[in-house]
């Protein structure tokens, strides 16, 4: 009885006895949703203090992506990255942030700018937010004339009308060219130039005759005559006239 009692006083001096306490599990990893907005989803969990990757196990097609931190990563401000089929970053917006990269910031998931197919995900500590100022969110309109070597080049905002006088000079010029960034939603976004006394100028491209002017990645219009210019005016709304 004595040595029992002697055995039971050790063991609570030595915390054996205590109440056991709960061990939380330690959480530092990424877990990134993929999913179709119906039954179709899929999910990777990456580490969050190196660069890692992985495949989702099936690809999509995906409308939305969300970041989830573990309880314990510490950079709070990690972004992750959808690439398509092709080894291309997938574009998603969440509020007015439109980006290549994504948060969580608990905030929630990513809506895709159209269903895409994802080969891979990417976790990065060196990923940052895409510079508001960036030209893949923008609109470079360039303004040149070969005969005099002189030139303008005027960025200007995309989702609404925005308006501006060339940069640095107002010409004469010969040639126009719209260049849409890669991130800009709109991406057949027209824009107008009018010359010093507010009328718009007529453009030319292929057989193309307007007094709108896009990108489509076919490079600079022609003014059917050189003239200066006194506004650009950007704007979502405008539409092909067809001279």
Same mark, same amino acid.
């Not at 895709?112 to 923008?138: G, H, M, Q, W």
């Not at 905002?157 to 010029?173: H, Q």
């Given at each position: ?84 089929? +092709?080894?291309? #970053? ?5 509020? *007015? @942030?439109?980006?290549?990269? =994504? !948060? $969580?910031? &608990?905030? /929630? %998931? ?86 010093? +006394?507010?009328? #718009? ?5 292929? *057989? @193309?005759?307007?007094?709108? =002017? !896009? $990108?489509? &990645?076919? /490079? %600079? ?23």
């Amino acid at each position: 009885m004595y040595s029992k009692a002697v055995v039971l006083s050790l063991l609570a001096a030595s915390g054996a006895l205590a109440a056991p306490h709960n061990r939380r599990y330690y959480d530092d990893k990424v877990t990134v949703a993929l999913s179709d907005g119906g039954e179709t989803g899929a999910q990777v969990t990456l580490e969050s203090t190196v660069r890692d990757m992985a495949a989702p196990a099936i690809s999509g097609p995906f409308n939305s992506i969300e970041i989830r931190l573990g309880a314990d990563v510490q950079n709070k401000d990690l972004r992750c990255q959808a690439l398509d089929n +092709y080894g291309y #970053p997938i574009v998603a917006t969440r509020g *007015e @942030n439109i980006d290549i990269t =994504f !948060s $969580d910031a &608990d905030k /929630g %998931a990513w809506t895709f700018r159209e269903a895409s197919y994802v080969s891979e995900v990417i976790c990065d500590p060196t990923f940052v937010k895409i510079d508001p100022t960036s030209d893949e969110l923008n609109l470079r309109v360039v303004l040149e004339s070969q005969s005099t070597e002189t030139g303008s080049q005027t960025v200007l905002p995309s989702g609404y009308r925005a308006e501006s006088a060339p940069v640095a000079t107002s010409g004469p010029f010969e040639t126009v060219e719209l260049r849409v960034g890669s991130l800009v939603q709109k991406q057949d976004y027209r824009c107008q130039i009018l010359d010093i +006394y507010g009328n #718009p100028l007529t453009v030319l491209r292929g *057989e @193309n005759k307007d007094n709108t =002017f !896009s $990108d489509a &990645d076919k /490079g %600079a219009w022609t003014l059917q005559t050189p003239r200066e210019v006194g506004e650009i005016i950007c704007d979502p709304t405008f539409v092909a006239q067809k001279l």
